[in-house]
């Protein structure tokens, strides 16, 4: 049950990150009057998608909710059971907020099937589903204004993992395209977000290990909890690394696109595999320091 558990909140946290960040990375980085080559092609293919994805959110949210029924029932059957299940929706921390969150996603499917929808009202609605994650997880522990607190400094954490995560997302499609785009000014542009971005993740995420494990690392430090944190911030410095190395590349008079595809990707790699450990992490009890 709770590896199913785990391999739902990794589909959900993937997709909802994936969306919130294409949205304003599109809006902000990668506009079409700044990129006059990402003609109307590549919109047309990020809409297909993210449409899809938007339906792979709904689902996974919905049997996210189902699992977590099952798991506070301690059986499979109530994992179907309406009664469990609206239970769970109307007496539970978790299901009043996951009931805004469904029917976001409900909202967010319908604004990205819809040819008129405006791309301000998409960004808003994504950004609200984005933040409705942020609430399930260890900030629930807390009550009052630090949990408050701590339920916001998630996130802005969430976000900032977003647009990176988005944005490389359509650099990527975007560099898969040779001679329709200037990889330099692109990347410029996206490197000179990136090292906000990357600031905003490592500060937050320090404040969250502070407040959750009451001391600035998990104790013991490689053991459970702290064993996949560490894990994970490997994973954030490897994409840094590659991050430098992208921009390292454009001291070239002609950029090496191949070798820039792979790094990408890898980067790319490196982002969901991070996703991955916080799915782990989010049913783990942090290890309070003594």
Known sequence: MWTALILCRFVHFSVVLVLFGVCLSRAMIFRPSLIPACLPLLDRQLDRTMQWLAVLALASAVVWLSLTAASMAGSWANAVDPQ?????????FFGKVWAWHLGLAVLMVLLLRSA???????LIVSGLFLA???????????????????????????????????????LLALVLRPGKVDVRATLLRFSGMGYGLVTLIIVTGLINVRVLS????????????????????????????????????????????????????LECLFGFAAVAAVSLLGTLPPILAT
């Not at 008129?116 to 998409?122: E, G």
């Open 84 to 92: 469990t299940v609206l239970l769970v929706l109307g007496n539970t």
């Open 214 to 265: 009451g001391s600035p690392w998990p104790v013991p430090a490689f053991s459970g909890f702290g064993l996949i944190l560490a894990i994970k911030v490997v994973l954030v410095l490897c994409m840094v690394l590659l991050a430098v190395f992208n921009r390292m590349m454009l001291r070239h008079r002609e950029v090496p696109l191949g070798r820039l595809r792979i790094s990408i990707a």
């Open 132 to 170: 409705t994650l942020a609430p399930v997880g260890h900030g629930a522990m807390f009550s009052g204004i630090s949990g408050q607190l701590l339920i916001l400094n998630q996130a802005i954490h969430l976000g900032a993992v977003s647009v990176w995560l988005g944005a490389l997302c359509v």
């Open 116 to 122: 008129t929808a405006a791309p301000a009202l998409r």
